[in-house]
């Protein structure tokens, strides 16, 4: 079955412009996280979303961050006034959520964001 | 608060020998999971193997297997007879219970094998 997608794979842009990021999860997969690895460093928790329940925002970095999911499918993540230190990899992870676990997570290959 | 430990940067291995990868890790929790990733060079994490903390035995994927002290909250990862294909960051990860947790990552360790 198809896996997780994301779009674009590359995006380079200008310091001050928006960018948005898109994930399309695995289908049937409850569960929704976004995560910034910069080059060379760990996963860095961004969002998570499960279902029908209010987000956990709790790893926005700032208020220039923002996400969506529309029920159980595509969600984007927004970057506003795009600074340099947001140049990374964003990686967006589903997970089938219900029931007993583990509920490992399946990644997307990431979308390399580079702010010049 | 949940936290993951890997103390190893980076190991080498000499291909088809055997590698272990630590990993060590702290919670309150009596229910938690825990994970180990692959990420090759093309950046995609690729799920490897899980740890229930009552599972009675060790996890073993193939040629993957998670040495599992409870006592000690070590949770280091087995590869065995390793491949050159086997180089690649790996990321050990702890879950609480149920599927209302965020996940806490370690910071990896490169691992190369050489030929």
């Known amino acids: 079955g198809a896996g997780v997608s994301q779009s674009p794979s590359n995006k380079v842009t200008e310091k001050g412009k928006d960018v948005e990021l898109r994930c399309d999860p695995i289908s049937g997969h409850t569960a929704l996280y976004w995560y910034r690895q910069r080059l060379g460093q760990g996963l860095e928790f961004l969002i998570y979303f499960q279902g029908n329940s209010a987000p956990d925002k709790s790893g926005l970095p700032s208020d220039r961050f923002s996400a969506e999911r529309t029920g159980e499918s595509v969600s984007t993540l927004t970057i506003q006034r795009t600074q340099q230190e947001d140049s990374a990899v964003y990686l967006c992870a589903s997970s089938l959520e219900v029931g007993a676990g583990p509920y490992e997570q399946y990644f997307g290959p990431g979308t390399r964001l580079t702010v010049t | 608060a949940q936290k993951i430990t890997q103390t190893q940067p980076g190991m080498f291995v000499q291909e088809k020998e055997a590698v272990t990868l630590d990993c060590t890790y702290d919670?309150?929790?009596?229910?938690?999971?825990l994970f180990w990733y692959k990420q090759p060079s093309s950046g995609e994490m690729i799920f490897l193997i899980y740890q229930g903390s009552y599972d009675q035995q060790n996890a073993t994927e193939g040629r993957y297997s998670l040495n599992f002290q409870k006592a000690r909250k070590s949770a280091n990862l087995v590869i065995s007879a390793s491949q050159l294909g086997d180089s690649a960051m790996y990321f050990c990860a702890m879950k609480g219970p149920g599927g209302s947790y965020i996940p806490t990552f370690g910071r990896g360790t490169s691992l190369i094998v050489h030929p």
């Open positions: 919670t309150s929790d009596p229910s938690y999971g």
